[in-house]
T-cell receptor, first 114, second 114 residues
């Protein structure tokens, strides 16, 4: 049963600390997405990659957020320095560009910045 | 601009009642996909259904059914004989064929009361 995995599942940190979230996409999926879910904004796309190359990161605060895919099996989202307003659930999803165009979501990382 | 509206923020029904969750979308594209996701209290996003814009046939899966009407840009979701386990937040979402970004509605929180 292929699934997207994310680590850590929960993270509590203090303001100013660096946070790194990791995602392992489903094997064979060449498109990886990062979403953020908050009560106020709902689910919003931060960035996504295809074949490890960033295609769109317009939803991501550039000054403190960065996303990378060191290899096809790992995507990372880093926040440095973290702020309380970054508290949210961060979802990773993977998929393929052809039909059925479905994105498979990981379980999410719940981040709390104190 | 593309948009998904779920006007019902929160709904409560008594178990065994039928309930319909509304979804209205906006797009000028002719080829697009519509989705419903369920987010139970555990937090993961569970895929329920995908529809492409050329397939207006309604679909039934057990107690779940979906009514897609292009004339009114709606993709409503009905749960028949609701159960407590159906309690969750339900998201309607839109994906344009020319793009990779899923646009989510704000979600409808459904409470099924025993």
């Amino acid at each position: 049963d292929a699934r997207v995995t994310q680590t850590p599942r929960h993270k509590v940190t203090e303001m100013g600390q660096e946070v790194t979230m990791r995602c392992q996409p489903i094997l064979g999926h060449n498109t990886v997405f990062w979403y953020r879910q908050t009560m106020m904004q709902g689910l919003e796309l931060l960035a996504y990659f295809r074949n490890r190359a960033p295609l769109d990161d317009s939803g991501m605060p550039k000054d403190r957020f960065s996303a990378e895919m060191p290899d096809a099996t790992l995507a990372t989202l880093k926040i440095q320095p973290s702020e309380p307003r970054d508290s949210a659930v961060y979802f990773c999803a993977s998929g393929l560009p052809q039909v059925p165009r479905q994105q498979f979501f990981g379980p999410g990382t719940r981040l709390t910045v104190l | 601009a593309q948009k998904v509206t779920q006007a019902q923020t929160e709904i409560s029904v008594v178990e065994k009642e039928d309930v319909t969750l509304d979804c209205v979308y906006e797009t000028r594209d002719t080829t697009y996909y519509l989705f419903w996701y369920k987010q139970p209290p555990s937090g993961e996003l569970v895929f329920l259904i995908r529809r492409n814009s050329f397939d207006e046939q309604n679909e039934i899966s057990g107690r779940y059914s979906w009514n897609f009407q292009k004339s009114t840009s709606s993709f409503n979701f009905t749960i028949t004989a609701s159960q407590v386990v159906d309690s969750a937040v339900y998201f309607c979402a839109l994906l344009m064929n020319r793009d990779d970004k899923i646009i989510f509605g704000k979600g409808t929180r459904l409470h099924i009361l025993p």
